[in-house]
């Protein structure tokens, strides 16, 4: 199977699909020809005017007045990516660098680049062959399109930098020769179609929403396991308390978790407490709120992938070359802080229901274990939680409102929306483990309302993750058992309907 890139619109399935099946792509005969034309127009424009063009006949920022005679142009773009690759930090994980690549190519495809069509067909075989540039994680500012990230994603482009390649990081060039390609002779305007664009915030920002689209679901699953075990109560969940209050996401989640509970024994039960905690009774209010936030989110970053970020930006039909600011991060900045505090919170009340089931109430042991004294029990895997969700409020600091001015003035405001970027992963990483500890701790409090049981889907659910991971009845080194929890997470199929 070959994905053909071409105008059509992109969405989320397609890249799920692209990351898990690692689908080839190629260029579509449509995308091929707008390449050209734009490509062609260039050199034209260039023959027929000495007229000064940003970052083509210029250099660039605030050397935007330095002009560059015709023979130094491709020099011009090649000293552009090296003197760029000023990246820093750890490396960005293999993934996130697919789809660095996947989402330039889609950008370049449109036409109003300015591109050779060698220069986006090696960038294919460098992504059909998991050819992966080594990027590091420090180095943009996420205005001017997110540059030191793309300058290490473009050097081995130029047979310079380091790809890693079947398991192993490799010189660019080596890795160049055994494909026997030579390295690409950027033309005019090339460096700055490769470097200016927001393909390293959007990677991450695509990543995250993917990851927080399931993680969103398994909230609720999880937070309606844990409701049962807690012996909770389901009026909080009725439709008529949320019809009155009518935010989407509310609306979703107490439906969703109406399902997740139908003809469950435990649910029917009348309960001893009159009312249950926030961390339980407002699951819809506070899921819901962070669900709101997640589309918002995920519309932005749709937009991102179907638009071109570079500049200047050439249009052969109008006959314009215009430098704008589509490189600048701000929208996707600010969806990124937002997405962070979406996904902090579900991990704090992830974790205050953790802690709840620990507490010895109703009906269960202190800390889930049957001999608490002798045995600790689940008393440490709170704690982890709770490190977790401490250093995640600290990483919902919103960066886009930080600006440094850089080039001299000339770029006076910028996103900081990779930092956004890479704080949100973070978040992300760390949202899941949350969950893990949450249903480590729920599926052992719900050994001890047994033979009683839940809903047939939770049952199925909690079955499977018993296949991983074993209920526990006494102290044994416990991160084994939590990494195992993550590792059902990550690799466990759900698709819960919208009932």
């Known amino acids: 199977m070959i994905h053909e890139i071409s105008s059509k619109t992109i969405d989320f399935d397609l890249i799920r699909m692209l990351l898990e099946k690692k689908v080839k792509i190629k260029l579509s005969g449509e995308a091929k020809q707008k390449i050209i034309s734009c490509r062609n127009y260039l050199d034209k424009k260039l023959e027929d005017s000495d007229e000064p063009v940003y970052g083509i006949n210029t250099g660039f920022g605030a050397l935007h007045d330095r002009s560059i005679s015709r023979e130094d142009l491709g020099t011009l773009q090649k000293n552009l990516v090296m003197s760029h690759a000023c990246g820093m930090g750890d490396e960005v994980p293999e993934d996130i660098v697919r789809l660095m690549l996947f989402l330039k190519i889609q950008s370049l495809s449109y036409g109003h680049s300015g591109v050779q069509l060698s220069t986006v067909e090696r960038l294919i075989e460098f992504y059909n062959n998991d050819v992966l540039p080594v990027v590091y994680q420090y180095g943009s500012l996420g205005a001017s399109g997110d540059l030191a990230p793309l300058a290490h ?8 930098g380091e790809v890693n390649y079947k398991g192993k990081r490799q010189k660019a060039e080596v890795v160049l020769g055994k494909f026997n390609w030579n390295p690409i002779e950027l033309k005019s ?4 179609a490769l470097l200016n664009g927001t393909q ?3 990677a991450f920002g695509v990543y995250c929403v993917l990851k927080v689209f399931k993680l969103s679901q398994l909230s609720d699953m999880i937070g309606a396991l844990s409701l049962e075990a807690f012996d909770g ?8 308390v949320h019809q009155i209050r009518p935010h989407k996401g509310q609306i979703k989640t107490a439906r969703r978790i109406r399902y997740l509970l139908k003809e469950s024994e435990l649910i029917a039960k009348k309960g001893k407490a009159v009312q249950d905690p926030y961390s339980f009774r407002c699951i819809p209010q506070v899921h819901g709120a962070s669900k709101d936030s997640i589309n918002y989110v995920a519309y932005v970053f749709k937009n991102e992938i179907n638009s071109v970020t570079d500049n200047p930006t050439i249009f052969p039909e109008d006959d314009l070359i215009i430098s704008a600011g589509n490189f600048h991060g701000q929208p996707l900045a600010l969806a990124l802080d937002n997405l962070s505090i979406a996904m902090s919170e579900l991990g704090n009340i992830s974790e ?3 802690y709840q089931l620990l ?5 269960l042991p202190p800390f889930l274990i049957a001999n608490p004294g002798l045995d600790s029990g689940f008393m440490i895997p709170q704690y982890a939680a709770a490190s977790m969700v401490s250093h995640n409020k600290q990483l919902s600091t919103p960066a886009s409102v930080d600006s440094i001015e850089s080039s001299k003035g000339q770029e006076d405001h910028v996103s900081m929306g990779a930092n956004a970027a890479l704080k949100a992963y973070q978040v992300c990483m760390n949202l899941e483990r949350i969950l893990a500890i ?3 701790n729920a599926a052992q409090a719900l050994d001890f309302r047994r033979p009683g049981k839940t809903s047939p889907v939770l049952e199925d659910f909690v079955a499977r993750y018993r296949r991983e991971v074993k209920f526990i009845s006494k102290d044994k080194p416990m991160y084994d058992e939590m990494n195992k929890s993550v590792d059902f997470l990550r690799n466990v199929k759900i698709s819960l309907p919208d009932p």
């Open 153 to 160: 994603m473009s050097l081995p482009l130029l047979g310079l």
């Open 189 to 192: 305007k090339e460096g700055l």
């Open 200 to 202: 390293f915030m959007s």
């Open 233 to 240: 109560r389901i009026e909080p969940f009725y439709d008529q």
């Open 352 to 354: 205050r229901r953790t």
């Open 359 to 363: 507490s010895g109430q109703r009906g």
């Open 438 to 440: 949450e249903l480590f």
